[in-house]
Each structure stands twice: as structure tokens, then as C-alpha cells.
């Protein structure tokens, strides 16, 4: 398989995997609940089993690393994908949506693993991870073109076809090489310390945060506004993902990953406070482009700060507080919703604060980064 197949066979699985197996909750949740009368509340705790389903798998992945390279488990998590989006119209039903998407956050994060090894270390790497944008804006395009016209059940059959679509494009991608580390003879590891820590917790912060936009943003601005406003608004979020990890990229020849870390972040704190500070579809989109500009490249630039540091086993350690920070993020604020919104975005700008910071420290703390 030449570099352009692997790139864009990676590409497919991970719109299958992030922006639709997992992300595609979040379009179709302003539709569920008007017409299904559920809960704000009720689709926290759905998005947080899905979140605790991505979490197990990470952390199943880790301490089996031969199951990431493994092409039958890859191809049985995109079967589960296209599955539990299928299940979700079976039932209006809290506990089957729960289960069925805490299952779509395990699929989710075996393929995500598997296609981000992939293409790991070689030029097709800049155009897979364009795939979780790919993903997301097509499942905000499906609710625009749609969801006036039909109910959320049909979305989520629609959603199907598209997972699977996108799943039958990454069906024969190859597994990556197992990883290995040189390391000069008789060379210690580096030791992370202060920055280590402030790293690790600051990923954490931004798991937490992040996940409250990911999670209801389309339904916050959905709230007083046009019907296609929010799942727009999700279109954008998924265009600028897309393109952001090139950006990223060609930053990164000109600053430390540190550095760019918490200029990332301080963009996500703005992304987070605005919708509840300033109404209209203006605001909407300049906060989507801000969001999806900045996720993914908070997560390429965590995990390479955190491989320089000399974090044990970074790449693992870090997905694991970023994934207990996707649990607790939706619980936490679960009691705000009631009243709307404004509660739950101010306080993840808070927390994306507190996650700057951090990172802030991070890099002071680092041994000879540059600016």
C-alpha cells in the first residue's frame, strides 16, 4: 500500500471512528430531544458512557499493545460502529442508549489507536488525522441537509450507511509497526517532574473541558436560534479540524510544542466562553472554527510534549487522564443544564484556564525549550 492509500484508508477510519461513530451524538442531540422529550440531563450521562467506553478501550489497548496492531479487532470495532448507531433507534430508552454507546466508545477507540499507528512516523500521517475533521463536518452536513425533513431515527441510519461507508474505505489498512525506542547505551530515561506532572494534569483539564463543547455546543446554539444554526456550526467545527492538524504542523517548525500548547488552549478558553457570552450565529461560528481548530491540535502537541518531557509511557499515561477528564467533564456539569447552557461553557472556559496554566508551567519547567 502506497503512502497516498494508507493516508486516506487512515483518513476513512478515523471519520468513521471519531467524527461519526463517536461524535455524531452530538448534531443529532438537539433533534432527540425535542422529540423525544429527553433530558438534558439523561444525554449527559448517555455521552458519558460513551466517553467511559472510549476510556476502557484506550486503557485495554495499553496494557495489550499486540490488540492495536490486531486486523480483525480492527475490522470487528468498525462492524460495532455501524451496529450501535443502528441500535440507538431500536428504544427511547436511557439505559439502552448508554450501553449501546458505551460499546461505540470502545469500537471508537480501537480503531482510532490502530489507524493513528498506522501511519505513524511516515508522511501519510498529516493527512489521516484530517480524517476526525472529515468526520465530524459530514456528520454535521448530514443533520443541515436532513433534519428538517426527517426524525432523528432516520439520521441515525443515515449516520450507519456513512460509518460504514467510510469503514469499508479502511477495511484493508495495515497494521503499523510495533514501537520502539533508541535510546543510547547506557542512557537514562529523563526524568519528567514538575513538568511532568503540570503536563499530565493540564491534559486531564483539557479532556475535561474540551468535552463539554464537544458534547452540546450544536445544542447550546441550537437554543433560540434556527434549526440548521447548530448542526452549521458543527460543519464548521468539523472543516476546521480537518485543516488544523497541517497548522499545527507548520507552527511547530517555528515553536516548541509547549509553547503552542497553550496558545491552543488559551484559543479553546475563548471557544468555550463565548457562546454563553455573546448570542447569534456570528458568535456560533467564530467559536466553532476556535473549537475545532484547536482539539486536535491540543492532543498532537500534549502527546509529543509529553514523549520529550519523558513521561513513563506517555502516549498511554496522558490518554488515560484525558479520557477520565471526558467522564467527569459531562457529569459535572450535568446539574447546570437546566437553565440552559451558559453555566456549563463558563465553567469549562474556567477549567481550559486552570488547563493553560498549567501547560504554562509545563514548559517553564522543561529543560531547554525554545520559545
Known amino acids: 500500500m502506497n503512502t497516498r492509500q494508507l493516508g486516506f484508508g487512515a483518513l476513512a477510519g478515523l471519520a468513521a471512528a471519531m467524527g461519526l461513530g463517536r461524535f455524531v451524538y452530538t448534531p443529532i442531540l438537539p433533534l432527540m430531544q425535542e422529540q423525544t422529550g429527553i433530558s438534558p440531563g439523561s444525554t449527559a450521562i448517555v455521552a458519558t458512557f460513551n466517553y467511559l467506553g472510549y476510556f476502557l478501550g484506550a486503557l485495554a489497548l495499553a496494557i495489550w499493545p499486540r490488540l492495536a496492531r490486531s486486523t480483525s479487532l480492527l475490522r470487528a470495532s468498525l462492524l460495532a460502529l455501524v451496529a450501535s448507531e443502528v441500535a440507538m433507534v431500536l428504544a427511547v430508552n436511557v439505559p439502552l442508549w448508554s450501553g449501546v454507546r458505551l460499546i461505540a466508545g470502545l469500537a471508537s477507540a480501537v480503531v482510532f489507536v490502530y489507524c493513528a499507528g498506522a501511519v505513524a512516523g511516515t508522511a501519510a500521517a498529516g493527512v489521516a488525522f484530517c480524517g476526525v475533521g472529515v468526520g465530524i463536518a459530514a456528520s454535521g452536513l448530514l443533520v443541515v441537509g436532513l433534519g428538517e425533513v426527517v426524525g432523528w431515527r432516520a439520521l441515525w441510519w443515515v449516520a450507519a450507511l456513512a ?38 494534569i493540564s ?8 468535552i463539554v463543547l464537544g458534547t452540546f455546543l450544536v445544542a447550546a446554539v441550537a437554543v433560540g436560534g434556527r434549526p440548521w444554526e447548530g448542526p452549521a456550526a458543527w460543519v464548521i467545527v468539523g472543516l476546521a479540524a480537518a485543516v488544523s492538524p497541517l497548522i499545527w504542523a507548520r507552527l511547530r517548525r517555528y515553536r516548541s510544542a509547549e509553547t503552542l500548547l497553550v496558545i491552543a488552549l488559551l484559543l479553546q478558553v475563548i471557544s468555550a466562553v463565548l457562546p454563553a457570552l455573546v448570542r447569534g450565529p456570528a458568535a456560533a461560528a467564530v467559536s466553532a472554527v476556535l473549537f475545532g481548530g484547536t482539539f486536535i491540535g491540543a492532543v498532537m502537541l500534549s502527546m509529543e510534549a509529553g514523549a520529550r518531557i519523558g513521561i513513563p509511557r506517555s502516549a498511554a499515561v496522558l490518554t488515560a487522564g484525558y479520557g477520565i477528564g471526558q467522564i467527569v467533564g459531562p457529569l459535572v456539569v450535568a446539574p447546570m443544564l437546566g437553565d440552559g447552557y451558559d453555566a456549563a461553557f463558563l465553567t469549562a472556559g474556567g477549567v481550559l484556564v486552570a488547563a493553560a496554566v498549567l501547560a504554562a508551567v509545563a514548559r517553564w519547567a522543561s529543560p531547554r525549550v525554545p520559545s
Open 163 to 200: 460509518t460504514a461507508a467510510f469503514g469499508a474505505c479502511a477495511w484493508r489498512l495495515p497494521p503499523g509497526a510495533a514501537a520502539t525506542v533508541a535510546r543510547p547505551d547506557g542512557a537514562a530515561p529523563p526524568r519528567p517532574g514538575v513538568a511532568g506532572w503540570a503536563l499530565g
Open 203 to 210: 491534559y486531564f483539564l483539557e479532556g475535561l473541558g474540551y
